[in-house]
Protein backbone atom coordinates (compact mmCIF):
# COMPACT_ATOMS: atom_id res chain seq x y z
CA UNK A 1 0.00 0.00 0.00
CA UNK A 2 1.67 3.67 -0.94
CA UNK A 3 1.16 5.82 1.91
CA UNK A 4 0.55 9.81 0.53
CA UNK A 5 1.69 12.27 3.02
CA UNK A 6 -0.70 14.93 3.64
CA UNK A 7 0.61 18.25 1.72
CA UNK A 8 1.26 21.13 4.20
CA UNK A 9 -0.67 24.10 3.06
CA UNK A 10 0.25 27.56 3.33
CA UNK A 11 -2.68 27.86 6.54
CA UNK A 12 -0.92 25.71 8.28
CA UNK A 13 1.94 27.65 8.68
CA UNK A 14 -0.72 30.33 9.84
CA UNK A 15 -1.31 31.29 14.02
CA UNK A 16 -5.01 31.13 15.03
CA UNK A 17 -6.83 33.76 13.00
CA UNK A 18 -9.25 34.22 15.78
CA UNK A 19 -6.00 35.00 17.71
CA UNK A 20 -4.98 37.64 15.44
CA UNK A 21 -8.48 39.24 15.40
CA UNK A 22 -8.01 40.12 19.21
CA UNK A 23 -4.76 41.49 18.72
CA UNK A 24 -5.77 44.04 16.34
CA UNK A 25 -8.00 45.13 18.64
CA UNK A 26 -6.36 45.26 21.22
CA UNK A 27 -3.52 47.02 19.92
CA UNK A 28 -5.87 49.40 17.99
CA UNK A 29 -7.42 50.60 20.76
CA UNK A 30 -5.12 50.10 23.52
CA UNK A 31 -6.41 47.85 26.10
CA UNK A 32 -7.64 44.86 26.76
CA UNK A 33 -10.72 46.11 28.07
CA UNK A 34 -11.68 48.31 25.48
CA UNK A 35 -11.07 45.39 23.13
CA UNK A 36 -13.25 43.03 24.97
CA UNK A 37 -16.03 45.36 24.71
CA UNK A 38 -15.69 46.26 20.95
CA UNK A 39 -15.46 42.23 20.06
CA UNK A 40 -18.15 41.53 22.52
CA UNK A 41 -16.32 38.98 24.65
CA UNK A 42 -14.51 39.35 28.26
CA UNK A 43 -11.46 40.78 29.38
CA UNK A 44 -10.58 37.03 30.55
CA UNK A 45 -11.27 36.25 27.01
CA UNK A 46 -8.89 38.75 25.31
CA UNK A 47 -6.22 37.85 27.43
CA UNK A 48 -6.40 33.76 26.63
CA UNK A 49 -6.17 34.78 22.76
CA UNK A 50 -3.14 37.09 23.38
CA UNK A 51 -1.64 34.52 25.89
CA UNK A 52 -1.97 31.82 22.73
CA UNK A 53 -0.63 34.41 20.05
CA UNK A 54 2.60 35.13 22.06
CA UNK A 55 3.09 31.59 23.08
CA UNK A 56 2.54 30.69 19.41
CA UNK A 57 5.38 33.35 18.50
CA UNK A 58 7.54 32.59 21.58
CA UNK A 59 7.11 37.09 21.85
CA UNK A 60 5.78 39.23 23.98
CA UNK A 61 3.42 41.46 21.62
CA UNK A 62 2.11 43.77 24.04
CA UNK A 63 3.81 46.26 26.81
CA UNK A 64 1.44 46.28 29.86
CA UNK A 65 1.66 49.79 30.87
CA UNK A 66 -0.52 51.18 34.04
CA UNK A 67 -3.01 52.98 31.80
CA UNK A 68 -2.81 50.66 29.11
CA UNK A 69 -1.01 48.36 26.42
CA UNK A 70 1.15 49.58 23.71
CA UNK A 71 2.84 46.89 20.87
CA UNK A 72 6.17 46.12 21.46
CA UNK A 73 8.73 46.03 18.04
CA UNK A 74 7.12 42.82 17.12
CA UNK A 75 3.91 43.37 17.81
CA UNK A 76 3.94 46.61 15.84
CA UNK A 77 5.54 44.37 12.71
CA UNK A 78 3.24 41.97 13.25
CA UNK A 79 -0.03 44.72 13.44
CA UNK A 80 1.03 46.17 10.14
CA UNK A 81 1.12 42.82 8.16
CA UNK A 82 -2.43 41.83 9.82
CA UNK A 83 -3.73 44.83 9.08
CA UNK A 84 -2.90 44.53 5.67
CA UNK A 85 -4.15 41.66 5.61
CA UNK A 86 -7.41 41.96 7.33
CA UNK A 87 -7.65 44.97 4.50
CA UNK A 88 -7.74 42.51 1.57
CA UNK A 89 -9.68 39.51 3.02
CA UNK A 90 -12.58 42.72 3.64
CA UNK A 91 -12.09 43.93 -0.11
CA UNK A 92 -12.39 40.20 -1.53
CA UNK A 93 -15.36 39.16 0.79
CA UNK A 94 -16.75 42.72 -0.65
CA UNK A 95 -16.18 41.74 -4.18
CA UNK A 96 -17.60 38.29 -3.70
CA UNK A 97 -21.14 39.87 -1.77
CA UNK A 98 -21.32 41.99 -4.89
CA UNK A 99 -21.04 45.17 -2.81
CA UNK A 100 -19.88 48.76 -3.74
CA UNK A 101 -15.94 48.85 -3.72
CA UNK A 102 -16.39 52.42 -1.27
CA UNK A 103 -18.52 50.08 1.10
CA UNK A 104 -20.47 53.81 1.65
CA UNK A 105 -18.77 54.55 4.71
CA UNK A 106 -19.86 57.88 5.70
CA UNK A 107 -18.45 60.27 8.42
CA UNK A 108 -16.07 62.73 9.19
CA UNK A 109 -12.48 62.05 10.22
CA UNK A 110 -10.01 65.33 11.55
CA UNK A 111 -6.44 64.06 10.38
CA UNK A 112 -3.52 66.68 12.28
CA UNK A 113 -0.05 65.98 10.19
CA UNK A 114 3.04 67.94 10.10
CA UNK A 115 2.66 70.40 7.48
CA UNK A 116 5.85 69.43 5.67
CA UNK A 117 4.33 65.79 5.52
CA UNK A 118 0.85 67.17 4.53
CA UNK A 119 1.85 68.49 1.58
CA UNK A 120 4.67 66.77 0.16
CA UNK A 121 3.14 63.09 1.02
CA UNK A 122 -0.62 63.27 2.31
CA UNK A 123 -1.78 65.53 -0.32
CA UNK A 124 -0.61 64.22 -3.78
CA UNK A 125 -2.37 60.98 -2.16
CA UNK A 126 -5.73 61.89 -0.78
CA UNK A 127 -7.88 61.64 -3.88
CA UNK A 128 -7.15 58.07 -3.56
CA UNK A 129 -9.22 57.89 -0.69
CA UNK A 130 -11.89 60.12 -1.30
CA UNK A 131 -12.15 57.97 -4.58
CA UNK A 132 -12.31 54.80 -2.00
CA UNK A 133 -14.56 56.64 0.48
CA UNK A 134 -16.69 59.38 -1.08
CA UNK A 135 -18.62 59.85 1.71
CA UNK A 136 -15.62 60.27 4.55
CA UNK A 137 -15.34 64.21 4.58
CA UNK A 138 -11.23 64.55 5.75
CA UNK A 139 -10.65 67.52 7.76
CA UNK A 140 -6.56 68.39 7.53
CA UNK A 141 -5.02 70.35 9.93
CA UNK A 142 -1.37 71.00 10.15
CA UNK A 143 0.96 71.65 13.63
CA UNK A 144 3.84 70.88 14.84
CA UNK A 145 3.56 70.86 18.12
CA UNK A 146 3.44 67.71 20.13
CA UNK A 147 0.25 65.76 20.75
CA UNK A 148 -0.31 65.70 24.35
CA UNK A 149 -4.01 64.47 25.69
CA UNK A 150 -7.03 63.21 23.65
CA UNK A 151 -8.67 66.86 23.96
CA UNK A 152 -6.97 67.79 21.19
CA UNK A 153 -9.13 68.14 18.09
CA UNK A 154 -7.95 65.37 15.79
CA UNK A 155 -8.78 61.73 15.08
CA UNK A 156 -5.96 60.14 13.44
CA UNK A 157 -2.21 62.32 13.14
CA UNK A 158 1.00 61.69 11.84
CA UNK A 159 4.06 62.88 13.95
CA UNK A 160 8.16 62.51 13.88
CA UNK A 161 8.68 60.29 16.64
CA UNK A 162 6.69 58.55 19.00
CA UNK A 163 3.57 60.33 20.95
CA UNK A 164 3.48 59.16 24.74
CA UNK A 165 0.38 60.66 25.90
CA UNK A 166 -2.18 59.05 27.58
CA UNK A 167 -5.65 58.21 25.27
CA UNK A 168 -3.01 58.13 22.36
CA UNK A 169 -2.00 54.81 20.28
CA UNK A 170 0.99 55.67 18.37
CA UNK A 171 2.46 53.10 15.80
CA UNK A 172 5.01 53.05 13.54
CA UNK A 173 4.31 54.78 9.56
CA UNK A 174 7.04 54.96 8.11
CA UNK A 175 11.13 55.50 8.37
CA UNK A 176 12.50 58.82 7.52
CA UNK A 177 15.72 58.18 5.82
CA UNK A 178 17.61 61.42 4.95
CA UNK A 179 20.14 62.28 2.31
CA UNK A 180 21.57 65.43 0.72
CA UNK A 181 19.17 66.62 -2.07
CA UNK A 182 19.80 69.60 -5.15
CA UNK A 183 19.02 70.67 -8.17
CA UNK A 184 20.24 69.08 -11.49
CA UNK A 185 21.06 72.67 -12.10
CA UNK A 186 23.28 72.86 -8.96
CA UNK A 187 25.35 69.90 -10.12
CA UNK A 188 26.12 71.33 -13.34
CA UNK A 189 27.44 74.27 -11.52
CA UNK A 190 29.57 72.61 -8.94
CA UNK A 191 29.80 68.41 -9.14
CA UNK A 192 29.38 66.77 -5.77
CA UNK A 193 31.01 63.26 -5.61
CA UNK A 194 32.02 63.24 -2.25
CA UNK A 195 31.27 64.45 1.31
CA UNK A 196 34.36 67.48 0.92
CA UNK A 197 32.68 68.58 -2.47
CA UNK A 198 29.57 70.02 -0.14
CA UNK A 199 32.44 72.54 1.09
CA UNK A 200 31.67 74.63 -2.11
CA UNK A 201 27.72 74.59 -2.07
CA UNK A 202 25.33 76.16 -0.09
CA UNK A 203 23.49 73.89 2.61
CA UNK A 204 19.59 75.12 3.53
CA UNK A 205 18.54 74.36 6.79
CA UNK A 206 14.59 74.55 8.32
CA UNK A 207 14.07 75.58 11.68
CA UNK A 208 12.54 72.13 12.85
CA UNK A 209 15.54 70.52 11.58
CA UNK A 210 18.36 72.47 12.87
CA UNK A 211 20.66 69.83 13.99
CA UNK A 212 19.97 67.68 10.79
CA UNK A 213 23.09 68.41 9.12
CA UNK A 214 25.48 67.79 11.88
CA UNK A 215 23.52 64.57 12.46
CA UNK A 216 24.05 63.87 8.48
CA UNK A 217 28.11 64.79 8.88
CA UNK A 218 28.44 62.51 12.09
CA UNK A 219 27.36 59.51 10.24
CA UNK A 220 29.75 60.17 7.14
CA UNK A 221 32.27 60.60 9.49
CA UNK A 222 32.87 64.65 8.65
CA UNK A 223 32.43 66.41 12.09
CA UNK A 224 31.77 69.87 10.23
CA UNK A 225 32.08 71.53 6.38
CA UNK A 226 34.34 74.59 6.96
CA UNK A 227 33.33 77.01 3.84
CA UNK A 228 30.37 76.09 3.10
CA UNK A 229 27.63 78.79 2.95
CA UNK A 230 24.60 78.54 4.90
CA UNK A 231 20.47 79.23 4.22
CA UNK A 232 17.72 79.30 6.93
CA UNK A 233 14.24 78.83 6.72
CA UNK A 234 11.89 79.03 9.10
CA UNK A 235 9.59 75.43 7.60
CA UNK A 236 10.40 72.59 5.79
CA UNK A 237 8.20 72.72 2.75
CA UNK A 238 10.34 76.26 2.37
CA UNK A 239 13.59 75.02 2.39
CA UNK A 240 12.46 72.18 -0.04
CA UNK A 241 10.93 74.87 -2.72
CA UNK A 242 15.05 76.44 -2.44
CA UNK A 243 16.28 73.33 -3.28
CA UNK A 244 14.29 72.63 -6.41
CA UNK A 245 14.91 76.43 -7.33
CA UNK A 246 18.59 75.53 -7.43
CA UNK A 247 19.59 78.05 -4.40
CA UNK A 248 21.26 75.03 -2.52
CA UNK A 249 21.22 71.22 -0.92
CA UNK A 250 19.00 70.28 1.69
CA UNK A 251 19.40 67.15 3.55
CA UNK A 252 15.61 66.11 2.65
CA UNK A 253 13.42 63.63 4.18
CA UNK A 254 12.77 61.15 1.24
CA UNK A 255 9.44 60.66 1.22
CA UNK A 256 9.27 64.17 0.87
CA UNK A 257 10.68 64.67 -2.20
CA UNK A 258 9.30 61.42 -3.93
CA UNK A 259 7.44 63.38 -6.25
CA UNK A 260 10.62 66.11 -7.44
CA UNK A 261 12.91 62.98 -7.58
CA UNK A 262 10.16 61.30 -10.15
CA UNK A 263 9.46 64.85 -12.16
CA UNK A 264 13.99 65.24 -12.25
CA UNK A 265 13.51 68.74 -9.97
CA UNK A 266 15.39 67.16 -7.44
CA UNK A 267 18.42 64.61 -7.25
CA UNK A 268 20.77 62.95 -4.44
CA UNK A 269 24.27 62.93 -5.66
CA UNK A 270 25.35 61.00 -2.32
CA UNK A 271 23.63 57.53 -1.99
CA UNK A 272 25.62 57.25 1.43
CA UNK A 273 25.04 57.59 4.38
CA UNK A 274 21.84 57.66 4.53
CA UNK A 275 20.89 58.97 7.84
CA UNK A 276 17.47 57.97 9.51
CA UNK A 277 15.82 60.14 12.08
CA UNK A 278 12.72 59.56 13.88
CA UNK A 279 10.10 57.41 12.19
CA UNK A 280 7.21 59.07 10.80
CA UNK A 281 4.40 57.47 13.32
CA UNK A 282 0.96 57.25 12.98
CA UNK A 283 -0.63 58.49 16.04
CA UNK A 284 -4.78 57.66 16.79
CA UNK A 285 -7.01 58.74 19.38
CA UNK A 286 -8.07 55.80 21.12
CA UNK A 287 -11.76 56.95 21.99
CA UNK A 288 -12.12 57.62 18.16
CA UNK A 289 -10.29 54.16 16.73
CA UNK A 290 -13.42 52.18 16.83
CA UNK A 291 -15.56 54.88 14.37
CA UNK A 292 -15.78 53.22 11.13
CA UNK A 293 -14.49 56.48 8.86
CA UNK A 294 -11.39 56.99 11.54
CA UNK A 295 -11.03 52.97 11.09
CA UNK A 296 -11.22 53.29 7.17
CA UNK A 297 -8.62 56.17 6.65
CA UNK A 298 -6.09 54.52 9.33
CA UNK A 299 -6.33 50.99 7.06
CA UNK A 300 -5.82 53.43 3.70
CA UNK A 301 -3.39 55.70 5.35
CA UNK A 302 -1.61 52.59 6.68
CA UNK A 303 -1.57 51.14 3.44
CA UNK A 304 0.10 53.88 1.29
CA UNK A 305 3.12 54.26 3.38
CA UNK A 306 3.18 50.26 2.95
CA UNK A 307 2.81 50.63 -0.79
CA UNK A 308 5.62 53.70 -0.41
CA UNK A 309 7.53 51.51 0.81
CA UNK A 310 8.28 48.78 -1.83
CA UNK A 311 7.91 51.61 -4.40
CA UNK A 312 11.27 53.59 -2.77
CA UNK A 313 12.87 50.20 -2.62
CA UNK A 314 12.38 47.88 -4.42
CA UNK A 315 15.25 46.80 -7.27
CA UNK A 316 17.81 49.62 -5.77
CA UNK A 317 20.84 49.36 -4.50
CA UNK A 318 21.26 49.17 -0.12
CA UNK A 319 22.63 52.13 1.40
CA UNK A 320 24.08 52.13 4.54
CA UNK A 321 22.48 54.17 7.85
CA UNK A 322 23.94 54.28 10.85
CA UNK A 323 22.26 51.83 12.98
CA UNK A 324 20.09 50.35 10.41
CA UNK A 325 20.11 49.29 6.67
CA UNK A 326 17.46 50.62 4.19
CA UNK A 327 17.50 50.43 -0.03
CA UNK A 328 17.59 53.47 -1.99
CA UNK A 329 18.48 55.07 -4.84
CA UNK A 330 20.85 58.06 -5.88
CA UNK A 331 17.94 59.70 -7.17
CA UNK A 332 15.68 58.81 -4.62
CA UNK A 333 17.13 57.10 -1.21
Known sequence: MVRHDKPVTDTEHLPPLNALRHFEAVARLGSFAAAANALHVTHWAVGKQIR?????????????RPRGVV????????????????????SSVTQLRGEPATR?????????????????????????????????EVRLSTTSRRLRYVGDAFDVGVRSG????????????????????????????????????LRAHTLLHSASTRTAWSDWLRAAGAPSLQGARHLH???????LGAASEGLGVTLASLPLIEREIATGRLV???????????DYMLVTN????????????????VGMAAAYRVTAS??????????????????QG
Not at 52 to 64: A, K, N, Q, S
Not at 105 to 132: K, T, Y
Not at 268 to 275: D, F, G, H, R, V
Not at 314 to 331: D, F, H, W
Open 52 to 64: LLEDWFGVPLFER
Open 71 to 90: PTDEGVALLNDVKSAFARLS
Open 104 to 136: RIAGVVRVNALASFALCWLIPRLADFERHYPDV
Open 162 to 197: PEEATGLLSTPLMPDVRLPACSPSVLRRKPIGTVDD
Open 233 to 239: FDHVYLQ
Open 268 to 278: CPLSEPAWRGP
Open 286 to 301: IERAQDRAVAAFTDWI
Open 314 to 331: GGRPAIRMRGATSRATQA
